[in-house]
């Protein structure tokens, strides 16, 4: 299946099916924190994306300031940037896998 | 997954009402819970002109597509903060927006009132621009809404936003703050506009689901400023709490509007100003906004 992330944007293949719910677990997405997007259609939790399928984990948390009292603060560790670091594992093994020998 | 109204196939599950719905029922829900926010609060009648600030984001792109679908007579004020493309892009999408449905979009630029973009408030004053930018569009907002003669600025902020804000606050003990958040601050001073948040009993998600439903296109690409921000570190810890315990951020906010609110809230108000420079409203002599304006003139 083709997984599309945003922000920044970027693809992942993986093999097989699962469901929505186990995606999410495996990649250690918050289930409140996107919408899972089957061309114009919203997936819930316990529909099942097929390995030929294309969907978007599109975030929904947007917004953001720096606090007062992190004035001075040293550069936030990467667990509230934009996405956890399952993703990004993820993200790097499919390239990983996806490189020619 | 069944829609709890029709029983037909469910499109969003909402643990936190123990509910899922299917596309028509899921934005019947939503408009309800903005009725509602709007009549618990009181935050406009039917015949008031609201001014909408939107900047091309979900929340305030779906907030204006509720109210114009409710009937408000309802005005878009897009506040250009001039961050590159982000802005670029955003403000496109107010434009494109208000254009098919044919409603008012007012365009005000930071860098003409403030003197810089908020990338130029960056280099100037060598710190993040949020508490700039936060300052500059509340005052700007303002002085849009007198200008054209609205009583009422409605802003998209959601429950995350204000869950968020709130654990801010009690994190650091900011009792001013906790004294004043609320979904309806009244005008409490002539040259104070009523500032109202329609959108606060629906999450960040349902927003989403909303615009993504209704077909709205929204920017989705984030401030560049924002990365690492503190608020984003509290929407997330809150929504690993969601996850734990669903109801847990309604709980906490509506809780604190409730029962904590009351305890904070100080008696004498506050005494409120008028800026010696701009006549808007300060709890100073010259207001912040002006100060920030003299900051930047001063370092370029």
Redesign the interface.
Known sequence: MKVILRNPRREVELSGRRRVKELLKELDILPDTVLVIRGDQLLTADQVVEERDEIEIRPAISGGARGSSSRGAPEAPQAWQFEPRAVGRAVRQARREARPE | ?KCRKCGGQ????LRRHNA?FC?PDYLDFFRKQVREAIRRFRMFEKDESVLVAVSG???SLGLWDVLLGEGYASTGLYLDLGIFDYSRESKAKCEAFAAARGAKLLVVSVEEAVGAPIPGVQEATR??P??A??LSKRYLMNRAALEHGFSVVATGHNL??EAATLF?SIL?WETGSLARQSPMLPATHPKLVRRVKPLFRL???E???YA??RRIDYI????P?????????Y??IL??L??ASPGAKHNFLYGFLERGRPVFENPEGVQLNECARCGQVTTGTLCAFCKLVDRIKHAR
């Open positions: 997954m469910a499109v969003l599950e899922a596309a984001s979900k929340d710190r993040p949020c508490s930018c936060g995350d936003d801010g650091h999450t960040e998600r927003t989403a689901a993504f439903l989705v690409e984030e401030c400023f924002s990365r690492g921000a503190t608020s984003l570190l929407k997330d929504n690993r969601e996850d």
